[in-house]
């Protein structure tokens, strides 16, 4: 079974610096593309930032500059660097894998096939 655990989620004062990690298994995780998305209480899904099979990496605009994604395939992990945290980043955060997803496609989380449990974020003095 496919299986997407995120942790690392917590309570942090704003410009504070939080790192998610996103263990993965029962796939080839070297192959999938891997995201992370956040909802807010009372608002809609929101991508956040993608890192595809290749490397390459994709951001929400408002994150720009402040997150940094990652992976380490030879632990099947993804992460995502939180940094000069901000109370808009106050969400649950999940991580995603998907297969074969076209760059044009990578911001979209209907794109992804598999999701994780969430793990909380709240950025509050």
């Known amino acids: 079974d496919v299986q997407l655990q995120a942790s690392g989620g917590g309570l942090v004062q704003p410009g504070g610096s939080l790192r998610l990690s996103c263990a993965a298994s029962?796939?080839?995780?070297?192959?999938?593309?891997m995201s992370w998305a956040r909802q807010a209480a009372g608002k809609g899904p929101e991508w956040v930032s993608a890192?595809?099979?290749?490397?390459?990496?994709f951001y929400l605009d408002s994150v720009k500059g402040r997150f940094t994604i990652s992976r380490d395939n030879t632990k099947n992990t993804m992460y995502l660097q939180m940094n000069s945290l901000k109370p808009e980043d106050t969400a649950v955060y999940y991580c995603?894998?998907?297969?074969?997803?076209?760059?044009?496609?990578?911001?979209?989380?209907?794109?992804?096939?598999?999701w994780g449990q969430g793990t909380l974020v709240t950025v509050s003095s």
């Open positions: 995603a894998a998907g297969l074969r997803i076209i760059v044009s496609m990578i911001r979209f989380p209907s794109s992804y096939d598999n």
């Open positions: 029962g796939f080839a995780f070297g192959s999938a593309d």
């Open positions: 890192i595809n099979s290749a490397g390459r990496t």
